[in-house]
């Protein structure tokens, strides 16, 4: 079976904690006609004897890793790609615009749009025209129209066919004439290429008889332009004559964000040509303004602006030019995303400095500079206040107070929320009329937004709506961290280092509600909430931490609701109650005035069991300061649930029975009658297993049966990591006051290091005869869920180890003693130490055999037993030391019964 290999590999690397000790040598297993597999044997005595601690065998073993090492890294380079995919290309071209936008830098008037609007992503739009445009280089390509406006230095190709075969290159001169072969002079600059071309012709055929000429542009002229104003580069720049203002403008790395789209001017002589960029941006058609020797362009700066926010397809900062109205800027902007049901509202800077919404009336209604226009799914009105509504909804932002003046009317219906919006409670953050300080009200969504009256809004007022995951992070461990006094783990959250600064300000339990349903430990010098275990079904019990795990990791990320306004975290644990016990998801949650039980239980997603044997205790914090503790027993509806009523600072919890099987099933394997995954009761022993698995067959050896249970495997792996201390600190001792042999000391540490990774095997001596169990019940082993146990056959053999001529597995013969066995392996070497021969039996007990009577006369060999013979380890190591490494010898040779018997397992 795959997972009993998976367990042999497991104590075969802790069986080689003591390979270099037992440098035996290496023999062939005798063959028992299939009993045990060979290579087995072989394996587990090169883990015990075939290992040598020299230096030349260690640099041997150094140099082939660095050779194997060379070969992949060779390998890793044979098959290394020599150029990116175009999809790696894009995602680092996607990582740089990333990384800019972090240090991006908003303009004052971007600053003054986003602070009015409380948008942080509003930008002025066109201006990443020129973040990648660059100037028109290299050969020319494409057809000249006969508009184009030959000057001097353009270069013409006439291709003569007919009676005259022959190809004239010609230049403008500096006279503006070109001479082409035999025809007279002709004009050129200053004139269209359609006219020059027909002039050719003309000439052509006045005086070549009989022959036709074709002209086309070889190459156009240079020219020289200042670019100038509020541009990056400011500066005189040479281009090609086919060049338009936006490749001077790409030249000059393009126009600041003071700097205007819409009226770049180009100074030709005495007079000015107004170009609107917007048109190269999909707003109006573009201008073609060719460029000419000696223009010059000038960037003015930015003229009037509006901004658009909200649901639209393009919000951002517009510049005006002339008059608009708001259907224009709408259609700047995309439109909206709805195509019905939008409203749109301007807010306008009065005279005076103030804030005001104006009802926008239709889309031929005009704009003025400085207007913002908010596109919104609900209604808007025409009153100058407004309220906000933020956190986890769809349209955030402003909204007109008359189109809004309840919470209902700002939100909808429950059904129109986000499906993970947190209902028993939002804040309603609102200014003081008198002091001006800001106050802050629970708002229970649930009832709020239900049929009975709504909570009205006043002029001002801002809304948070929180997730649950929001709900989530103020239940994680570092803002518990926080409560119980210990450093923030979070220091890049802005909202808990000031919630850290609370509660080291207040000194006060008014958040203690995220601790009372915890255990406090103290690690470290620190006290920190433990995970304990409850009454519940431990496999949901661990699905919940494993959950709990899974929200720590992805709260790593601080919330935006937190970090935008940091005094709604201490706000919400203010409110909360706690909740714990059988539910899914216990912790504390807000709340916004009384709940009843079952309302609390919702939010903790429900009771892990049925309502049978449950009892809610419920513990309620009075004004006197003594709480009242109070215990419900539910009946199978559940009925008293909507009879128990909960405030801020409450605390309920469901005590549920016992659950009634264990969390896990028991794996028999072997030669049980109905081997398999058997679901097991709280109490069930193994000879009750046995009935239900229809008892076992007749070649069954309950002897050597192997139960292995995972408590046990991380105890006996503790126990590795506690000797591997031991040792280590035994060999530092030893070596700081005596001449200690450095091989050995290298030995015995290579053993420390493995030890303190080891894994155990974790299996438990149990009694699994069925006749025995009948006549000693006491003997009965109680189940647990996750154990596994294999019951192998009879074997046929005795494995002898370690120190021997031919090590392997001999026929077993009953009456036989130890020293009969070790005989049939060949004896034992001149090296092996005869006083510390260990014998393992089949159901995993180790016994020493006496250096008195090493013969073996009085210690009884079963099949299947191992008999292992150390190498003497007096000439290598002082005294101390080997009586600290036989110690480690004898709490890793029981493991190789296991491995006898499982390796072999199919």
Avoid at 118 to 128: I, K, P, V
Avoid at 278 to 289: A, E, N, Q, T
Wanted: hydrophobic share 40%; proline share 5%.
């Amino acid at each position: 079976m795959k997972r009993s290999r998976c367990v042999a590999r497991h104590v075969l690397t802790a069986v080689a904690s003591f390979a270099v000790l037992c440098n035996g040598s290496v023999g062939s297993a005798q063959s028992l006609g299939g009993a045990i597999d060979p290579g087995v044997i072989d394996q587990l005595q090169r883990q015990l004897g075939s290992g040598s601690t020299s230096s030349t065998a260690l640099d041997s073993a150094r140099q082939t890793g660095d050779a194997q090492n060379a070969g992949a890294q060779q390998q890793d380079n044979l098959f290394q790609r020599p150029e990116k995919t175009a999809e790696e290309l894009e995602l680092q071209r996607q990582q740089a615009l990333r990384q800019l936008d972090e240090i991006y830098e908003p303009s004052a008037i971007e600053r003054e749009y986003q602070t009015r609007l409380e948008d942080s992503t509003l930008r002025q739009f066109g201006y990443e025209l020129f973040r990648s445009t660059t100037a028109i280089s290299g050969p020319l390509t494409g057809q000249v129209s006969d508009s184009y406006m030959l000057g001097v230095g353009d270069q013409l190709v006439v291709n003569f066919q007919g009676a005259t075969n022959e190809t004239e290159t010609v230049q403008v001169n500096r006279e503006g004439e070109i001479i082409v072969g035999a025809l007279p002079p002709i004009r050129a600059a200053g004139r269209s290429l359609g006219q020059v071309r027909s002039d050719i012709t003309s000439a052509t055929r006045s005086t070549l008889l009989g022959t036709n000429a074709y002209t086309s542009v070889g190459s156009v002229r240079a020219i020289t332009v200042f670019v100038g104003g509020e541009v990056a580069r400011p500066g005189q720049y040479q281009l090609t004559s086919l060049a338009d203002v936006a490749s001077a403008l790409a030249r000059a790395e393009g126009v600041r964000r003071t700097g205007s789209l819409r009226r770049v001017r180009v100074i030709r002589g005495n007079r000015a040509i107004s170009v609107d960029l917007y048109g190269l941006l999909g707003i109006g058609l573009p201008k073609s303004v060719r460029l000419q020797d000696g223009d010059r362009i000038i960037v003015p700066v930015i003229g009037d602006t509006v901004a658009v926010t909200g649901g639209v397809a393009r919000p951002g900062i517009y510049e005006l030019r002339g008059s608009a109205t708001v259907g224009a800027i709408l259609d700047y902007a995309g439109g909206a995303v709805r195509p019905r049901g939008s409203s749109v509202s301007i807010s306008r800077i009065n005279s005076d400095g103030g804030e005001a919404f104006v009802q926008v009336t239709g889309v031929e209604q005009q704009i003025i500079a400085g207007d913002a226009l908010v596109v919104a799914s609900g209604s808007a009105g025409g009153a100058v206040n407004r309220v906000t509504l933020h956190g986890n909804v769809i349209n955030a932002g402003p909204r007109p107070l008359p189109a809004a003046p309840t919470v209902r009317d700002l939100l909808g219906s429950i059904h129109d929320v986000k499906a993970d919006t947190y209902l028993p409670m939002a804040a309603l953050i609102r200014r003081d009329p008198e002091s001006g300080s800001r106050i802050f009200q629970p708002v229970n969504l649930l009832t709020a937004l239900g049929q009975g009256p709504s909570v009205p809004l006043q002029p001002n007022d801002t809304l948070w709506v929180f997730s649950r995951a929001d709900i989530a992070f103020m239940n994680t461990a570092a803002v518990r961290q926080i409560v119980l006094g210990q450093p923030n783990p979070l220091p890049e959250c802005k909202s808990l280092s000031r919630f850290a600064d609370t509660v080291r300000d207040t000194q006060s339990s008014r958040f203690s509600v995220l601790t009372r349903g915890a255990f406090i430990v103290e690690r470290e010098g620190q006290a920190q909430a433990a995970d304990v275990g409850s009454t519940t079904d431990a496999s949901q019990t661990s699905a919940a931490k494993n959950a709990d795990v899974a929200t720590d990791a992805a709260m790593s990320v601080c919330p935006s609701t937190f970090e935008r306004e940091p005094a709604l975290l201490p706000f919400l644990i203010e409110n909360a109650i706690g909740v714990g016990g059988a539910v899914r998801r216990p912790g504390a949650y807000p709340v916004a005035g009384p709940v009843t039980a079952e309302v609390a239980l919702n939010i903790a997603e429900g009771s892990i069991s049925s309502h049978e044997g449950v009892v809610i205790d419920l513990t309620t914090s009075p004004a006197t300061g003594n709480p009242d503790i109070k215990r419900y027993a539910l009946d199978a509806e559940g009925l008293v649930l909507d009879r128990v009523s909960l405030r801020a600072g409450d605390d309920i919890r469901l005590s549920a029975p016992q659950p009634q099987f264990e969390s896990a099933s028991v794996l028999l394997t072997g030669e049980f009658a109905r081997p398999g995954l058997y679901t097991v009761r709280k109490g069930e022993t193994l000879s009750s297993l046995i009935d239900r698995a229809g008892g076992l067959t007749r070649f069954a050896y309950p002897y050597g049966v192997v139960m292995t249970r995972r408590s046990v495997q991380k105890a006996e792996e503790e126990g590795y990591r506690r000797t591997a201390r031991d040792l280590g600190n035994a060999v530092l001792a030893i070596a700081a006051r005596k001449n200690v042999d450095a091989g050995g000391i290298a030995a015995v540490t290579q053993i420390s290091q493995q030890l303190a990774t080891a894994q155990g095997v974790g299996r438990m001596v149990v009694e699994a005869d069925p006749r025995v169990l009948d006549l000693k019940p006491t003997l009965d082993t109680f189940l647990e869920g996750g154990d596994a146990i294999h019951m192998p056959k009879q074997p046929n053999f005795v494995i002898v180890l370690g120190d021997v001529s031919n090590p392997g597995a001999v026929q077993y013969r009953a009456g036989r003693n130890v020293s009969e066995y070790v005989k049939d392996a060949g004896g034992t070497q001149f090296s092996a130490d005869k006083g510390r021969i260990y014998v393992v039996y089949p159901n995993g007990l180790a016994q020493p055999v006496k250096n008195s009577v090493w013969r073996g006369s009085n210690v009884t060999v079963p099949p299947g037993t191992t008999v292992i013979v150390p190498k003497n380890l007096d000439p290598l190591f002082k005294l101390e030391l080997v009586q600290n490494i036989v110690g480690i010898v004898g709490q890793l040779v029981s493991s190789v019964a296991t491995v006898a018997i499982l390796a072999n397992n199919d």
